[in-house]
């Protein structure tokens, strides 16, 4: 059974970097699509960034476009989110997802989900 694991989230201030992990068990990642979302209060849950299998394409909302950088290590079966010039409205709960598509369009239509990671921007 796929299994997701966030971690690496807490409070930054603005300005600030993290670097998200997600491990992914009971599978080979190498064959899976794995997106990152957020959940902000209030707001509709955003797809973030998101990478094919192979590592070499990937897509990045505007919003976070020049600062967010997705990466995977297939050997330890993780996906990374690396955030880097944290803003207050980069404030949510993260998750990673696996099994959908990801598209210049942005990460749809995923099966397995995380549990989440929060996040806190604040000065």
């Known amino acids: 059974q796929l299994q997701l694991v966030e971690s690496g989230g807490g409070l930054v201030q603005p300005g600030g970097s993290l670097r998200l992990s997600c491990v992914v068990s009971?599978?080979?990642?190498?064959?899976?699509?794995i997106g990152w979302f957020r959940q902000a209060p209030g707001k509709e849950n955003e797809g973030v960034s998101c990478?094919?299998?192979?590592?070499?394409?990937?897509y990045y909302a505007d919003s976070v476009k020049g600062r967010f950088t997705i990466s995977r290590d297939n050997a330890k079966n993780t996906v990374y989110l690396q955030m880097n010039s944290l803003k207050p409205e980069d404030t949510g709960v993260y998750y990673c997802?696996?099994?959908?598509?990801?598209?210049?369009?942005?990460?749809?239509?995923?099966?397995?989900w995380g549990q989440g990671t929060q996040v806190t921007v604040s000065s």
């Open positions: 009971g599978v080979n990642l190498e064959n899976y699509v």
């Open positions: 990478t094919n299998n192979s590592d070499d394409w990937a």
């Open positions: 997802a696996a099994e959908g598509l990801c598209s210049a369009l942005g990460p749809w239509g995923y099966k397995y």
